[in-house]
């Protein structure tokens, strides 16, 4: 995982809603895997939380 590119997440985050892998894919060019694994960072942060709905989105935490 590029650390400049995580940043740069962490530091859009809050002016979001909502955030998805794909989302994170397209917005920052990094693969499937880089995108979950900064997802699951996030996460652990308590920065997101799983969007039951779908499973595919996360909620960001305000």
């Known amino acids: 995982m590029d650390i400049s590119k995580y940043a ?4 859009i985050v809050p002016q979001k ?7 994170i894919k397209s917005e920052l060019n990094v693969t499937n895997q880089e995108a979950e694994e900064m997802i699951s960072n996030l996460a652990q942060e ?4 799983s969007y039951p709905v779908d499973g ?4 960001v935490i305000k």
Do not use: I, T
């Not at 809603?17 to 989302?23: A, I």
């Not at 308590?46 to 939380?49: C, Q």
């Open 8 to 11: 740069m997440l962490k530091a």
């Open 46 to 49: 308590g920065m997101v939380e």
């Open 17 to 23: 809603d909502f955030v998805s892998v794909s989302q």
């Open 56 to 59: 595919l989105h996360f909620r």
